[in-house]
């Protein structure tokens, strides 16, 4: 397939804006960049970007599919007060609410929004104590039918009895080995937070695969974590993780909210990598991460959504926003940061767990994951103001096309592998008895 009339924006390290050129597309690939090549290809579908700016789509570092439902649910009794409660009453019982069908319609709704909102790669962190066998297999499949690409892993954790601690060692490395056979899935090893995570389960864990396999997981998100930490064996959160050899260049941690500055060097160090979620920490009200100082030390940290709806844009300009409030100071967290996060960073990660193809930036060889943006910039766009131009002007509902490995998810604002009525319509059909369980759930923890 040939793209004609598209203003490319490439994400190279040296980023580039080519007005009007062309883009050949073979075998889910990026072949060629240039013109003249409707003329040379002449047999090849043409399909006219007409003026749009086409530019790989978004990737998203840590989010849940399995959070879905909680869209719209009320939370019986008083309101959570804290992070701790919101796990107690908020997603504990609703990921216990999960059967099979809950989690195939959380990934087909996700799979949808990620579509429509431009996001072509995630990495999702999934739990479902009451359906864990088999559980990122619907997942997986969610996703291949959706044409995504997607990053698997099973929150493994103590909460749910040893007998749920072991089910989920086994479908992480169940899925590490599936997933490594499969083209646009790969999978990492799960685990929920040290804080609900014994000794036994995470030495259990750490055996269970070999070094070359990362670990996806939330650490100081809430200062519980570290209380917990400290009461265990008087170590903070990532020295214990360090401990268990979960750190290394292949490790994800979330949030770092409460880390201190020997755990941020420990990151540093071992080359862990750490996602920023600004909507999410601010709606738990759980405390601002020092991003740029991690930024500084060298840490790679990417940007997710934590199971917000998928519009990273809009994680982004929420990171850009809040950092600035938190330090009383326009000048912090540039728009660079944010590009070197949620482009270049997300990227690199992406290209870490799914090998087979270059992701995240547009030039010969690499995939062709693309988005259409529908901008008509009344300033001049450069590739030295893009990002300003993002954070100030653009927005998810202008991307009027999704692409993965050359084909269109979405064309033209029609989706063409998922059918959005008939799926909200079956899982709001669902959703009833979804929370009717979720409610019976609520009193085993709190
Ligand atoms: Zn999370």
């Known amino acids: ?175 590490i080995k599936k997933a490594a056979g499969i083209d646009r899935l790969g999978a990492a090893f799960g685990l929920h937070a040290s804080l609900t995570l014994d000794d036994g389960t995470l030495e259990a864990c750490r055996e269970a695969i070999d070094d070359q396999t990362g670990f996806h997981i939330h650490v100081g998100e809430h200062q519980a974590d570290e209380y917990d930490s400290l009461n265990r064996g008087g170590q903070r959160v990532v020295d214990r993780l360090k401990q268990f050899g979960i750190l290394g260049p292949k490790t994800i941690v979330a949030h770092g909210v409460h880390i201190d500055l020997k755990e941020a060097a420990l990151l540093a160090e071992s080359g862990t990598w750490l996602t920023h979620q600004a909507r999410s920490n601010m709606n738990n009200a759980v405390g601002v991460a020092a991003i740029e100082d991690f930024l500084r030390l060298g840490i790679k940290v990417g940007i997710g959504t934590d199971g917000f709806y998928h519009a990273m844009w809009e994680e982004w300009k929420t990171a850009y926003f809040l950092h600035k409030v938190h330090h009383l100071d326009p000048r912090r967290m540039s728009a660079l940061d944010i590009v070197q996060m949620g482009v270049y960073n997300n990227a690199a990660l992406a290209n870490l767990y799914l090998p087979e193809t270059k992701l995240g930036r547009i030039e010969v060889g690499a995939a062709a994951d693309l988005i259409f943006v529908d901008y008509h910039p009344y300033t001049p766009l450069q590739a030295g103001n893009l990002p300003w131009q993002i954070i100030f002007g653009f927005q998810e509902s202008m991307i009027t096309s999704t692409m993965v490995e050359g084909k269109f998810l979405m064309k033209d604002k029609e989706l063409l592998t998922l059918d959005e009525e008939k799926i909200a319509a079956e899982a709001q059909a669902l959703a009833p008895e979804i929370w009717e369980r979720y409610e019976g759930f609520v009193g085993l923890y709190s």
Request: aromatic fraction near 8%; proline fraction near 5%.
């Open 1 to 175: 397939m040939i793209i004609k009339n598209g203003k490319l924006i490439t994400w190279e390290d040296e980023n580039q804006i080519l007005d009007n050129a062309e883009i050949m597309i073979q075998d889910g690939v990026i072949e060629e960049i240039g013109s003249g090549l409707e003329k040379k290809f002449p047999d090849e579908e043409v399909y006219n970007a007409k003026g749009q700016y086409v530019m790989p789509g978004n990737i998203c570092a840590h989010t849940h599919f399995y959070g879905a439902y909680a869209r719209g649910m009320g939370i019986p009794g008083p309101a959570p007060k804290d992070f701790p409660e919101i796990l107690e009453k908020l997603w504990w019982p609703l990921d216990m609410a999960l059967d099979e069908e809950g989690v195939r319609y959380s990934a087909l709704v996700f799979a949808v929004d990620a579509i429509k909102n431009g996001t072509t790669t995630l990495f999702d962190h999934h739990a479902s104590p009451n359906f864990i066998d088999g559980s990122l297999d619907v997942i997986g499949d969610v996703l291949l039918e959706a044409g995504l690409r997607g990053v698997l892993c099973y929150e493994v954790t103590d909460r749910n009895g040893p007998e749920g601690a072991k089910a989920g060692i086994e479908e992480n490395v169940r899925m």
